[in-house]
């Protein structure tokens, strides 16, 4: 795989068609109103959640495999460079699981509905943009310490703000969010409008939450230029013989075969 940093750009491309395509698709459907929505309602009910579910899948494979390379790339930096192993320790491989956990949490909420299953639904978001923004703080705080070998300074520093605004707005997401729907007065929070109580939380929790999402593509996206400095080869395949006592026949025999002219 010499072109590496194609994944951090598919993963941004993948997740920004899925999000503003699953929320035009709503709007036209009727489904939800066109201001401000969660990116969830807008993929609630179908054709536009069957496709949602089936892009964030695909996404979240991806994205997965580019925090196994991310991983992979600190690692051998470590075994190169003695100071990096020293200041990072087991860091990496502990941001490396967080990362993994919160591709989990993607792929429960793209699969999950809020209207079918709300506490899976929870759960995942919770995993997904929890777990994502301390993979982030980790990922920040190990490109400070990769210095000269790799990256600069000013990647560094994009990192570290992308982490606190990824931060804040989380806060921002769980804390309105829960005021909105305690105030609540309507019938169905995916056509949520100004009468039904707690407007000016809801449009601030879903603003954030687009903000969050938004924060989390360009962070990925951030790995490109690193991805460049590497290649990686196809893994060994190694057969095992499972018993060796017995034989076999060749399927085509090496004995040459007489021509009758």
């Known amino acids: ?42 993929a609630t009910y179908s054709p536009e959640s069957c496709v949602f579910g089936q892009f ?4 979240c494979v991806l994205l997965g495999i580019t925090i196994y390379v991310r991983y992979r790339q600190i690692q051998e930096l470590s075994y190169r460079h003695s100071d990096v192993r020293q200041a990072l320790g087991r860091c990496s491989s502990v941001g490396f699981w967080i990362g993994i ?12 509905q809020e209207t079918n299953v709300r506490i899976a639904h929870y759960v995942g978001a919770f995993l997904s943009f929890g777990l994502g923004t301390v993979y982030f703080w980790i990922q ?25 605004v990824c931060t804040i707005f989380f806060m921002i997401v769980a804390v309105t969010g829960v005021i909105s729907h305690i105030l609540f007065r309507g019938t169905d929070p995916r056509k949520w409008y100004p009468s039904d109580g707690g407007w000016e939380y809801h ?59």
């Open 203 to 261: 449009v601030a929790s879903s603003i954030s939450e687009w903000i969050v999402a938004t924060a989390f593509c360009f962070y990925v996206l951030t790995f490109t230029d690193e991805f460049r400095t590497m290649q990686f080869d196809h893994p060994p395949l190694i057969l095992l013989e499972i018993d060796s006592s017995r034989s076999y026949e060749p399927v085509i025999s090496d004995t040459p075969v007489a021509v009758i002219s």
């Open 1 to 42: 795989m010499s072109k590496l940093y194609l994944l951090p750009i598919s993963v941004f491309l993948l997740f920004n068609f899925t999000f503003i395509g699953t929320y035009i698709a709503a709007v036209l459907q009727g489904h939800v109103v066109p201001t401000v929505p969660y990116i969830s309602d807008a």
């Open 101 to 112: 956990g919160s591709c989990l949490g993607i792929s429960i909420v793209g699969n999950f």
């Open 140 to 164: 920040s705080y190990i490109s400070y310490y990769i210095q000269p070998y790799m990256g600069t300074m000013q990647k560094a520093n994009l990192r570290m703000a992308l982490s606190v």
């Open 56 to 59: 964030i899948n695909i996404g």
